[in-house]
């Protein structure tokens, strides 16, 4: 692999793949471009030295080949819009002569997009003459899509075998995505807290197993906390419960007891009479929860605990909400870690934010300035934090 940032793209086509794979309402108007604006610094950086820039992407999860819906001819505009007006070509085809043409008349300056990746089954099943024909259309790939570097498909690793180690790069976002991600995970100034919330025990098992190795502190919130409650021996109502897991949160207590890392579960918690925006709301402790009611966020006690925890920490990773911050009445909770997390982050911890919906609320809250890093990647991020090799790192680094 070579370096990004001490190469010249001057007179090379940069082959790179991007996660373009942006929400669309049915005017295929883009509703959220954080993915796009996440790699126009790469884009930037190439076209600056006098480079060319290919973008291959996925875009929504088409069957059965090409389909308008999923075309990403709909993002043309608002992609030259964020390049400053520079001019977009579009090859309606991934492959085939008329992206090989294109891609042979490029200029220096020039971006030309390519059409969706997955209207080829070939791209998911990685099949190698698939990469290999992607790979034709470039001299150098870089691998700039975080947001799949989890998956081994044709785009994000088979092709890396068609370039020669010089040629591959990290994007500047991969690149800032595997240095904080490493920082956290290999080189974590103590104590370091981990959040983990959202709604179910059994997706966050490996990621807290791999976390007893490193964390001081491990806040559990969220659905998930009621697991826990009720296999110490609570009464969680009608909160949601895994019942499959109860073993999982007695051995994960006992293996953090073992291994000196403390698990702070919420002492009280937000209760409702209904899984619904206009519930009665009550607060109770949150093992001893009333026949008919549900915890659906984390109490003042237990923000105030989790607060404590967060603002003495040095590292802090995020990840999973803890309430149904969706809801008005059930947000308090997870905006406090998010306050707590900011005022940590100013008194110089370093924090990162991973995980769809932990990244929702910090952007909901407008805190996205106010942690050190908000990661693109929901399922790469989380693979990452279970001490996977992830395939799309792998494929450049080797
Ligand atoms: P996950 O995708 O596992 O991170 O879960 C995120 C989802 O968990 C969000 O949609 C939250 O609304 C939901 N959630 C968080 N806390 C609770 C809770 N106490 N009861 C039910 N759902 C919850």
């Known amino acids: ?25 049915d005017k295929f108007e883009i ?28 875009l929504g999860r088409p069957k059965d080949g090409p389909a308008d819906k999923y075309s990403l001819k709909h993002l043309i505009q608002h992609l030259s819009e964020l390049l400053g007006g520079t001019t977009v070509l579009f090859a309606n085809d991934c492959v085939g002569e008329q992206a090989y043409l294109t ?3 490029m200029r220096p300056g020039e971006v030309l997009l390519l059409e969706n990746l997955r209207f080829y089954k070939e791209e998911e099943k990685g099949e190698e003459s698939f990469a290999e024909k992607l790979s034709k259309l470039g001299d150098v790939w870089v691998n700039d899509a975080f947001g799949t570097a989890h998956r081994a498909h044709a785009s994000t690793a088979v ?37 983990i919330g959202g709604a179910k025990v059994s ?27 009720k296999a110490q021996g609570g009464k969680i109502g009608n909160s949601l419960c895994e019942e499959d897991r109860l073993d999982t949160a007695l051995e994960i207590i006992k293996k953090a007891e ?36 549900m915890g659906l966020d984390i109490g003042n006690m237990a923000c105030e605990q989790f607060a404590n925890v967060i603002k003495r920490s040095k590292t802090i990773l995020w990840n999973g909400p803890m309430g149904v911050f969706e809801m008005p009445k059930f947000q308090h909770g997870t905006k406090t870690i998010a306050v707590a997390i900011a005022a ?22 407008g805190f996205t300035d106010k942690v050190s890093y908000v990661s693109t990647g929901g399922g790469a991020m989380l693979e990452y934090f279970e001490g996977k090799v992830l395939p799309g790192i792998a494929a450049v680094q080797s």
């Open 258 to 293: 073992e291994k000196g890392v403390c698990i702070h579960l919420p002492s009280d918690s937000v209760i409702a009479d209904k899984f619904a925006a206009d519930a009665q709301t009550s607060v109770s402790p949150s093992n001893n929860i009333p026949d008919g009611w």
């Open 344 to 365: 940590a982050t100013e008194l110089g911890a370093f924090s990162l934010v991973g995980g769809g919906d932990s990244v929702s609320a910090v952007n909901q809250f």
């Open 203 to 229: 997706d966050k098992i490996l990621i807290i197993e791999n976390l007893l190795e490193r964390a001081t502190d491990i806040i559990i919130g969220g659905g998930m906390a009621y697991t826990f409650m």
């Open 103 to 105: 891609a042979s008349m």
């Open 31 to 58: 509703t959220d471009d954080t993915r796009m604006r996440a790699a126009v610094p790469t884009i930037r950086r190439i076209l600056a030295d006098g480079g060319m820039v290919i973008l291959m992407s996925h």
């Open 159 to 195: 092709i890396a075998k068609f370039f020669p180690t010089e040629k591959r790069f990290f994007g500047l976002l991969m690149d800032a995505e595997v240095a904080s991600a490493e920082k956290v995970l290999h080189k974590a100034e103590k104590p370091f807290v981990a959040i």
């Open 1 to 25: 692999m070579s370096n990004f940032a001490a190469y010249n793209f001057k007179g090379q086509k940069a082959l790179i793949r991007v996660d373009f794979n942006v929400p669309l309402n």
